[in-house]
């Protein structure tokens, strides 16, 4: 039994590592310079993805039933839903707010690396860096958004969870101990796949504003294609069922 509990917890730490959660922590975390909040934001989306896992698919356990089919595809029509809105989101700020990088100097000769936007601004203007009033707050993202999507998440994966433990473990007891263990998995694997996203993110958001503007633009638009697919792939099978 212990093998098998274990092998929920792998399971777990591979189900993080789907295109899908990549896709959308990355566009969570894209516009984030400190590494040290994406991997927060990872582990946020862990335990949210986990919450519902043990809520949905344990009740659903409990029970001894199974989550409807067409449940299960609108579920992950949301997941793509949402995925098209936070790529979309991550490609408007950049048309938008014409983000770029610079290092801002104050008076005491102190440098600062600071992200700017031009909104609002004519863009053939000219525009002094040094002399840029360094006012304004710098509000990380907010947690809450993070936690909510990785229980949309959550959410979609629990029909697949069911069957699984279904299909592993016969004692009711030890099919909710296989949830927590795969949501577990899941946290540590989100986490540790957030400081691979991390590092080229922190340091290109210092260094080489050029490649950090590359990277938000190519999270954008992968995570707006994949959605796009998500959602045209489960509105066939919805037409199916």
Same mark, same amino acid.
């Given at each position: 039994?212990?093998?098998?509990?274990?092998?929920?917890?792998?399971?777990?730490?591979?189900?993080?590592?789907?295109?899908?959660?990549?896709?959308?922590?990355?566009?969570?975390?894209?516009?984030?310079?400190?590494?040290?909040?994406?991997?927060?934001?990872?582990?946020?989306?862990? %335990? &949210?993805?986990?919450?519902?896992? #043990?809520?949905? +698919?344990?009740?659903?356990?409990?029970?001894? /039933?199974? @989550? *409807?089919?067409?449940?299960?595809?609108?579920?992950?029509?949301?997941?793509?839903?949402?995925?098209?809105?936070?790529?979309?989101?991550?490609?408007?700020?950049?048309?938008?707010?014409?983000?770029?990088?610079?290092?801002?100097?104050?008076?005491?000769?102190?440098?600062?690396?600071?992200?700017?936007?031009?909104?609002?601004?004519?863009?053939?203007?000219?525009?002094?860096?040094?002399?840029?009033?360094?006012?304004?707050?710098?509000?990380?993202?907010?947690?809450?958004?993070?936690?909510? %999507? &990785?229980?949309?998440?959550?959410? #979609?994966?629990? +029909?697949?969870?069911?069957?699984?433990?279904? /299909?592993? @473990? *016969?004692?009711?007891?030890?099919?909710?101990?296989?949830?927590?263990?795969?949501?577990?998995?899941?946290?540590?694997?989100?986490?540790?796949?957030?400081?691979?996203?991390?590092?080229?993110?922190?340091?290109?958001?210092?260094?080489?504003?050029?490649?950090?503007?590359?990277?938000?633009?190519?999270?954008?638009?992968?995570?707006?294609?994949?959605?796009?697919?998500?959602?045209?792939?489960?509105?066939?099978?919805?037409?199916?069922?």
């Amino acid at each position: 039994m212990g093998g098998v509990l274990l092998l929920g917890l792998a399971v777990g730490l591979q189900h993080a590592l789907e295109a899908d959660h990549l896709a959308a922590v990355s566009s969570l975390v894209s516009g984030e310079r400190s590494w040290r909040r994406i991997v927060r934001h990872g582990a946020v989306w862990g %335990v &949210g993805h986990t919450c519902t896992l #043990a809520v949905v +698919a344990g009740t659903a356990i409990v029970l001894g /039933s199974n @989550i *409807d089919g067409a449940v299960a595809n609108w579920l992950e029509f949301a997941v793509g839903a949402m995925l098209v809105i936070l790529g979309g989101q991550v490609l408007w700020r950049m048309v938008s707010q014409r983000i770029h990088f610079h290092v801002h100097k104050h008076a005491d000769s102190s440098h600062h690396w600071h992200a700017h936007s031009h909104a609002g601004e004519n863009i053939n203007s000219s525009h002094d860096h040094a002399a840029h009033p360094h006012d304004h707050a710098h509000s990380p993202i907010s947690g809450w958004r993070t936690l909510m %999507v &990785g229980m949309v998440h959550g959410m #979609a994966g629990s +029909a697949v969870l069911v069957v699984l433990a279904a /299909s592993q @473990i *016969d004692d009711p007891g030890f099919k909710l101990f296989y949830v927590v263990t795969f949501g577990f998995g899941s946290i540590v694997g989100m986490a540790g796949l957030s400081v691979i996203v991390a590092v080229p993110l922190s340091w290109t958001a210092r260094t080489i504003s050029w490649a950090n503007n590359l990277l938000q633009g190519g999270i954008g638009t992968v995570t707006l294609g994949l959605g796009m697919f998500i959602v045209f792939e489960t509105g066939v099978s919805h037409s199916r069922l």
